[in-house]
Structures are given as structure tokens and as C-alpha cells.
């Protein structure tokens, strides 16, 4: 059965966005590792153990050049219950207020949390990191501080360079959408780095940068799962160590035992995800299909078909906000209006409420589940999850938060008419994973 991946694992495992099976291309379409010398970002402890090698280690630009784990560890190897100390001794920064605003944050994080940052080596976060990434080669995160800014002084000091995917679903006949929402309205504000907003308050970056950190450490225990952690060999480097895991880690685990089948949805994602080419084929493809496709498959987002990886972390994350701050999750396929088309051109053919509550889709979740927190029962995670409520085709995506109750000025921006919220494309805030250049 297609998995989505004919692979060799090194190239696979570091890795998203680059293809086998779809012909000769294997360039690596991903963000550029970060660049710059050691003056370029500082560490936000300066009397952390680790401050000699935290720049030096996360700023490598092949896997060739990585760091071995006896020179700087995974978390998890020098304790089991990473504490606030112990994570914020990882993180490098670009700019002085981003290590403030990080610690904080992490203050009003749930404690399990804590505990995935067990499989990382390096927290970073630059002004021109775009998109957040997890990066096998060095075994680090690196975030975009796009929702960590508090003061318009911060906002003003990061890139606004585009994600680099934006155009690629450009020439496809259908739209995918998503929303994070709490009841009826969206479960946090969006503040564009271009807006007028001089500040924000603390609790309106917490949603979305726990949503964030949900998925980049999915990638983090995916590779180096905290179950194996005692099998770590410290003379490897990240990469080594997580080839020497591959076929005890969670998202191999789900992709041979329940994995995804749809052949259109995988070359639809190469297109959206990887800049593959559409052919006219898959040009033609309706909202219609696609939604077709999706719903008798096992995916809780289409981005799932771009890598078994993205599968794994894109069913945890949206675990996980559910269960730690009551946030349900809507997508849905829209017909592709035409460029700056207001939100009411974006009919829905086919959408829903909580995918993750459908018994296909939660069963591969509680499969992940148990190996990504190391957990033998997680019942927990899973006894307030909804069933899914399907979305009313051929109203738009405005109209269908409405017609799950009230929404509120704010969100949805009531002077008719209005433009479709931009975070509710879907490429806005999905993550990837970095493949090595050697």
C-alpha cells in the first residue's frame, strides 16, 4: 500500500519537502538553516553549560558539520523532568526581547509541555527565520516570532518576507482553509506584522505559540522519541541518532500500521508543499473531490499527505490544544476565488468541526499519541473529544462559523464586505521540517 514516501531514510528522515517518485527532483525546497556568525544571535542564559556550543551547533549549514551529542546533548539526556531552567539553558536568540518574551511564555504553558523538549538540542528564534522549523541535522527547533512580539518596537524588528510556499497551490482549483476556534469565535486575534497594533498583551500570544511548539516537538520526539531516549549514544550526531531509531519511531509506526491511501491527495500535497508542478489533470480537480478523498481517508489536514512526519505532528497538535485549551479545529475546501476575492467567494464543498474526533482519525492519534509522551495510557487526551460536526456545503467560510453560533466583530471583521482572514490559509501557519544540504 502507498505510503506517500519511497525514500532512503537519511534523506527522508531530516527531512520534509523534497520527493521521490514524482520524477528527478530532489532539491531541497525548504528555509536555509539559519545564517550568520556567532554575533548574529546570542544565548538567552548567559550562564547556561551549553553557551560555548549553542550558536556554533544550531548555526551549521550541512548535516556534515553537526555537533556530536557528547558536545551538546538532547535535553532529555541530562534529565528526565526538563524544567524552565533547563529549557531556557537551550535557547539562542536573535534580538534580546525574544529570550524575555519565550520565558515568559513558557510560565503559562501546560507542565506536559515541559516534557517534550526532552528530544531538542537548541530552542531557536531569529527575525528571519520563516517558516518555524525542526531541523534532524542539528536536532533543534527554530521558531519564527511572528506571534511572540509584544510592543510594536519587537514587531518592527521581524522579517516580513513571505513564506516562501505561498504561490505554490496557486494554479489549483481548490482552496484549503483552517481555524482555530473556541466556540464560536476564533481562539486567538490576528496581528499581522504589518497592522497598527502598538502592543498586545501576554495571553494573546499563548494559543498560537503552543500551537506552534505542539508541532515543531511532535517533529523533535518523532525522530528522537523520549521511550528511546536511554538508547541515546552520545558519539553520534543528531541525524545518526535518529537513523538508528527510524523503525521504532511513531510516525513509521502509524504509515505501516494504519497509513493514509489517497494517490490524489499525496501528489495534490507535492504541488501544495513541495512546489511541484500541477499537471492539468490535477489543475481540474474540484473542492468536491477533494473533499471526497479526504473524508474517507484517515487525515486530520491535507498537509498530512506532504510527509508521514507532517501526519504525525499535525494529528498531536491538534491533540493537544483541544486538551489543554479547548480549541477545536476547522478545515474545509473551498472553490479558489479569484486574488483578493472577499471571504463570501470561498464556498465550501466540503468542511468540518474536529476532524480529530472521527473514529479513523482518533485512532491513529492515540496510536502517536502514547509514543510522543511516552505514556502507556492516554485516555486522558481523549475523553472530551467531540465528534465531528460537519460544515454546511455551499455556504461560504464566514458564513459557516456563523451557523455554528455568534461570532464576534473582532473576528470576522463584520463590515460587509469582508476579506477572508488571512491565517485561514493554510500554508500561513503550517511548519516544516528541514532537510540537510549533503
Request: glycine share 6%; charged share 20%; net charge negative.
Amino acid at each position: 500500500m502507498r505510503t506517500g514516501f519511497c525514500f532512503s531514510f537519511l534523506t527522508a528522515l531530516a527531512l520534509l519537502l523534497s520527493g521521490c517518485g514524482d520524477g528527478d527532483d530532489n532539491r531541497d525546497t525548504g528555509p536555509n538553516p539559519p545564517q550568520g556568525s556567532s554575533s548574529s544571535y546570542q544565548v538567552a542564559v548567559v550562564s547556561s553549560p551549553y553557551r560555548d556550543h549553542l550558536v556554533k551547533c544550531a548555526l551549521i549549514e550541512q548535516a556534515s558539520s553537526a555537533c556530536r551529542l557528547s558536545t551538546l546533548p538532547y535535553v532529555g539526556q541530562t534529565t528526565a523532568n526538563p524544567t524552565k531552567a533547563d529549557i531556557m539553558a537551550r535557547v539562542i536568540v536573535s534580538h534580546g526581547w525574544m529570550a524575555t518574551r519565550f520565558s515568559q511564555l513558557l510560565d503559562q504553558l501546560p507542565e506536559d509541555i515541559y516534557q517534550l523538549f526532552g528530544s531538542i538540542t537548541v530552542v531557536v528564534i531569529g527575525a528571519e527565520i520563516r517558516p518555524s522549523y525542526y531541523w534532524g541535522a542539528t536536532g533543534a527547533i527554530y521558531l519564527d516570532p511572528a506571534d511572540l512580539w509584544l510592543t510594536a518596537a519587537e514587531r518592527d524588528t521581524i522579517s516580513r518576507v513571505p513564506d516562501y510556499r505561498s504561490d505554490f497551490a496557486r494554479e489549483l482549483n481548490f482552496v484549503n482553509l483552517g481555524r482555530s476556534v473556541i466556540g464560536n469565535n476564533y481562539a486567538w486575534d490576528y496581528y499581522p506584522l504589518d497592522g497598527e497594533e502598538t502592543s498586545r498583551p501576554l495571553s494573546a500570544i499563548v494559543k498560537p505559540m503552543a500551537s506552534l511548539l505542539f508541532h515543531e516537538l511532535a517533529h523533535a520526539n518523532d525522530f528522537v522519541p523520549p521511550g528511546l531516549m536511554y538508547r541515546v549514544n552520545s558519539n553520534n550526531r543528531p541525524l545518526d541518532q535518529a537513523n538508528a531509531f527510524h523503525a521504532d519511531t511513531p510516525s513509521v509506526e502509524l504509515s505501516n500500521r494504519n497509513p493514509l491511501s489517497s494517490h490524489l491527495l499525496y501528489d495534490l500535497a507535492a504541488v501544495m508543499y513541495k512546489g511541484s508542478k500541477a499537471t492539468a489533470n490535477q489543475k481540474a480537480v474540484t473542492a468536491e473531490q477533494v473533499g471526497y478523498n479526504f473524508a474517507n481517508d484517515g487525515a486530520n489536514d491535507i498537509y498530512a499527505y506532504s510527509a508521514i512526519y507532517e501526519d504525525t505532528a499535525m494529528l498531536f497538535e491538534e491533540l493537544m490544544m483541544k486538551h489543554h485549551f479547548s480549541v477545536d479545529r476547522e478545515i474545509a475546501f473551498t472553490d479558489a476565488p479569484p486574488q483578493n476575492a472577499y471571504c463570501d467567494a470561498y464556498v465550501v464543498r466540503w468542511g468540518v468541526r474536529n476532524r480529530i474526533g472521527d473514529p479513523l482519525v482518533k485512532s491513529r492519534a492515540e496510536l502517536i499519541a502514547r509514543q510522543l509522551l511516552d505514556r502507556t495510557d492516554v485516555t486522558i487526551y481523549f475523553n472530551n473529544l467531540p465528534s465531528p460536526t460537519p460544515m454546511v456545503a455551499g455556504k461560504d467560510w464566514c458564513a459557516n462559523l456563523a451557523e455554528f453560533g455568534g461570532v464576534s466583530a473582532n473576528s470576522l471583521q463584520k463590515a460587509q464586505p469582508h476579506y477572508l482572514r488571512p491565517d485561514d490559509l493554510q500554508w500561513r501557519h503550517l511548519h516544516v521540517l528541514q532537510q540537510p544540504s549533503d
